[in-house]
C-alpha cells in the first residue's frame, strides 16, 4: 500500500498559486493530478460538480479542503496533488472558509489510499507538523516534511471501553472526507484503547442510509448531516476533521464519558 510521500511526490505540489475563486482553486489541483497522468481532465470536472452538488464539504478543516470525487474511469492511478495559494478563498463553508491550501485526491478503488490518508490526518492534526508543512518554503522542503513525520503517534487517557459497536463516517462519495474522519476518529479510538471495542466505517450518504441500523452513531460535516436528515441514530457534526481535540469532544458526547 503506497504511503503519503509516495502518492504525493514533490512534482505533485505547487506553493503560493493565485486563483481568482474555488472552482480555479479545484482547477489548479486537477491540473496537477492530469499533468502526472494521475487522472485526465474529466476528472477535475468531476471534483467541482461534487461540490456544485453536495456543498463545501470538501473543506474539512480551517483554511484546508480536500478535493476529490468517485473513482471513475478518469483516474488512471490513485494519486494525489497540494497547492497551497498565495490568497485565500472562499468555498461557502460556514465555519472553515476561507481556504489556503487545497489537497485532492484521485483513487482507483477506496482502499489503496487509506494508509495515506490515515497518515495526512494525523500530519495535519498536529499543530507543529501543520505549522511547518503550511509554512515550507519550497516543494522540496514540504516532501521531506511529509517524509520525515509520516511515522508516528501519540496516545491519552483511556476511558472504558463499550461493547462492540459501529460508527459510520459519511461523505457525498465514501472515499474521501469520510476516511480522514475515520482515520482521525481511530486515531482517538486507539488513544482510548477503545479499538478494540468500536469499528468505524466510511461511507457515501445513499449507503448510509442503509446501514444506519447497524451503527451507534453518524459523525459527519454540516452539510452532509443536513442531506441524511433523521437516519434513527445520533448525527454527529464535526468541523475540524483534523482535529483530534473535536472529534474526542464528540466522542466523549457521544458516550457520555
Known amino acids: 500500500m503506497a504511503s503519503l510521500s509516495e502518492l504525493l511526490p514533490r512534482e505533485a505540489i505547487r506553493l503560493d498559486v493565485s486563483v481568482a475563486d474555488w472552482r480555479s482553486a479545484v482547477c489548479a489541483a486537477g491540473e496537477l493530478l492530469v499533468t502526472r497522468g494521475t487522472t485526465t481532465d474529466a476528472y477535475t470536472d468531476e471534483m467541482i460538480r461534487n461540490v456544485e452538488e453536495n456543498g463545501p464539504y470538501i473543506v474539512i478543516a480551517p483554511g484546508f479542503a480536500f478535493a476529490h470525487a ?14 497551497r495559494l498565495a490568497e485565500p478563498v472562499a468555498f461557502g463553508h460556514e465555519s472553515n472558509d476561507p481556504v489556503t491550501l487545497v489537497v485532492a485526491l484521485a ?54 471501553g463499550p461493547a ?13 472526507t469520510s476516511l480522514f474522519l475515520k482515520n ?24 448510509a442510509k442503509g446501514k444506519a441500523a447497524e451503527a451507534v452513531a453518524i459523525l459527519t460535516s454540516r452539510e452532509i448531516a443536513r442531506t441524511l436528515g433523521d437516519v434513527g441514530i445520533p448525527v454527529k457534526v464535526v468541523e475540524d476533521f483534523t482535529s483530534a481535540k473535536e472529534v474526542d469532544a464528540t466522542l466523549r458526547d457521544t458516550y457520555d464519558v
Open 107 to 160: 483513487a482507483r478503488d477506496s482502499g489503496a489510499h487509506t494508509a495515506a490518508m490515515a497518515a495526512l490526518a494525523r500530519l495535519l492534526g498536529d499543530p507543529e507538523t501543520e505549522a511547518a508543512l503550511r509554512g515550507a518554503a519550497s516543494p522540496e522542503e514540504l516532501h521531506r516534511v511529509l517524509a520525515r513525520r509520516e511515522a508516528g503517534g501519540e496516545r491519552a487517557a483511556r476511558p472504558s
Open 70 to 83: 468517485r473513482p471513475s474511469p478518469a483516474v488512471r492511478h490513485t494519486g494525489m496533488s497540494w497547492v
Open 164 to 176: 462492540a459497536q459501529k460508527i459510520l463516517t459519511v461523505c457525498g462519495n465514501g472515499v474521501g
Open 184 to 207: 482521525t476518529l481511530e486515531q482517538v479510538l486507539g488513544r482510548w484503547g477503545w479499538d478494540q471495542h468500536i469499528t468505524v466505517e466510511a461511507t457515501d450518504t445513499i449507503s
